[in-house]
């Protein structure tokens, strides 16, 4: 099961996730253009390579100059934790002759803001989720109702880049299951505005509640409010050890240099822990469930847009199969395989949206490694997926939008596209070799 993985031996803070999820490969054009729907100005992203005690990664340049931020790594010597609840506190500046600019420090604004903005509905999710666990853990510490908390630190602009960030870079990345392992807090002390406190801070320390977690490996907050929040939204199990296959390895990067390297390692990874394996480029063995049912009363499009909502929901694979029900009626075997992580929701939709009852089965599934990869050449760039069996390529098939497109553009088959793309022929038609 290809999962996405978190490495936090030196903590981690928002802006070190975002340096991560790009250096992972979320195209950082993208992410930009996403976070624009915020409908927001005044702010800047960049994206610099650089390196910590031997280690080349990923950092995240956050810049919104009307913003007070007091949290994250990217600071000298002192994070300020200055917890206020005066919501009627807020900085205004003018951006334009009409549009005002000010920081949107209470919850209440913060919700508004997300709400109103054109992101996804599933960004829009994500993004909130954060910020509520953030908001309850305030709420917890202080005793004040979390629609009354003003976010000095996390409310500022900086901070809401770097939150609904992470929930678009999360949503590209569309991971299957994530995982986390122990989690670095730091040490020494923090000011805050109830005085100096030892790390880690009133709000991280709830944020983390349930996380296995580590101090002292820093003398400094390595794990901030806002890095604890996207852990506690989107980890769906916290491990100590695993057996997995390596993907690809990613690291964003901290501002500040210490003996040890200040950096989030995150990963992709194919898990292969209680599954019956091969060799390690054979086959791996994974315990699916199929959930199954009979339908004779729904159209084509509604059949459609069920199996629309599987996938939606986390299905892995829907089909519907043609069969005869009692009185001789056309009808359809709906199927959906699933994780049974998934397993809440997949039940939920096909209640809701299929059938009054279904059937649900443990499954064996056996699959092959496999990997995408790019072919370029002088027809331009074509995806390729491969499948290895002991150690070889045993098939490869070229994406059929991408066969599509060049067979479009050079008015040929789509035969003559596969072999042109793997170097059979030329653009004339000539084969080679």
Same mark, same amino acid.
């Given at each position: !099961? ?14 070190m /996730?975002?340096?991560?999820f790009? =250096? ?15 409908g ?7 994206? $610099? ?8 990664? *990923?950092?995240?340049?956050?810049? /919104?100059?009307? @913003? ?5 790594h990217d ?9 206020e ?21 209470s ?15 599933? $960004? ?11 908001a ?5 510490v ?19 880049i770097?939150? @609904? ?5 999360? =949503? ?6 994530? #995982? /986390? ?8 002390? $923090?000011r ?19 996380f296995?977690?580590?101090t ?6 390595? *794990?901030?409010p806002t890095?604890?929040?996207?852990? +506690? ?6 491990v100590?050890?695993?057996s ?18 200040n950096?989030l390692? $995150?990963?992709?990874?194919?898990? #292969? @822990?209680?599954?019956?394996?091969? *060799?390690? =480029?054979?086959?791996?063995s994974?315990?699916?469930?199929l ?5 004779? =009363? %729904? ?10 909502? %599987?996938?939606?929901?986390?299905a %892995?694979?829907?089909? !519907? ?8 009626r056309?009808?359809?075997?709906? @199927? ?10 997949l039940?939920r ?18 699959? %092959?490694?496999?990997?995408? +990869?790019e ?16 150690g ?24 003559e ?16 070799g």
């Open positions: !099961m290809k999962t996405l993985h978190f490495d936090c031996f030196a903590g981690i803070s928002g802006d /996730a975002l340096g991560a790009v =250096d992972l490969g979320v195209n950082p054009d993208e992410l930009k253009s996403e976070l624009d729907k915020l927001v100005s005044g702010w800047k992203l960049d994206f $610099v390579k650089e390196e910590r005690c031997g280690i080349l990664g *990923t950092r995240a340049l956050v810049d /919104a100059p009307s @913003a007070r931020r007091h949290h994250d600071h000298a010597d002192e994070h300020e934790h200055t917890h609840h005066d919501h009627h506190n807020h900085e205004h500046e003018h951006d334009h002759a009409h549009e005002h600019e000010h920081a949107h420090n919850w209440k604004e913060i919700r508004a803001l997300i709400e109103n903005s054109s992101l996804k509905d599933g $960004v829009k999710a994500r993004a909130l989720d954060i910020f509520s666990r953030i309850a853990a305030e709420s917890a202080h005793g004040v109702p979390p629609d009354d908390i003003a976010f000095h630190e996390v409310g500022a602009l900086d901070s809401i770097d939150i @609904a960030g992470a929930a678009v870079c999360l =949503d590209l990345l569309a991971p299957r299951r994530i #995982t /986390a392992g122990r989690v670095e807090l730091g040490g020494g002390t $923090v805050c505005a109830h005085g100096i406190l030892p790390v880690p801070a009133p709000a991280t320390l709830k944020l983390c509640a349930g296995p977690v580590h002292g490996g820093f003398n400094r907050e390595m *794990t901030t890095g604890a929040a996207i852990l +506690a939204s989107c980890v769906d199990e916290f100590d050890s695993a997995f296959r390596e993907i690809k390895t990613a690291y964003g990067i901290g501002s500040r240099r210490f003996d040890k390297p950096a390692r $995150v990963s992709w990874r194919e898990e #292969t @822990a209680g599954c019956e394996t091969g *060799t390690a =480029d054979d086959w791996l994974e315990e699916l469930v959930l199954e049912t009979n339908i004779d =009363d %729904l159209s084509g499009e509604e059949l459609a847009f069920v199996m629309e909502r %599987l996938f939606e929901e986390g %892995l694979d829907v089909t !519907m199969t043609p069969c005869v029900m009692k009185k001789s056309p009808a359809a075997i709906l @199927a959906a395989l699933c994780e049974k992580e998934k397993l809440p929701a039940r939709a096909f209640f809701q949206f299929a059938a009054i009852g279904f059937r649900e089965t443990k499954v064996l599934r056996h699959s %092959l490694r496999r990997e995408e +990869a072919l370029r050449g002088g027809f331009g760039t074509a995806r390729i997926k491969r499948s290895f069996l002991d070889k390529i045993l098939r490869e098939k070229i994406e059929a939008a991408d066969r599509a497109a060049l067979a479009r553009a050079e008015n040929i088959s789509l035969a596209a596969d072999a042109l793309i793997r170097g059979e022929i030329s653009r004339n038609g000539e084969r080679h």
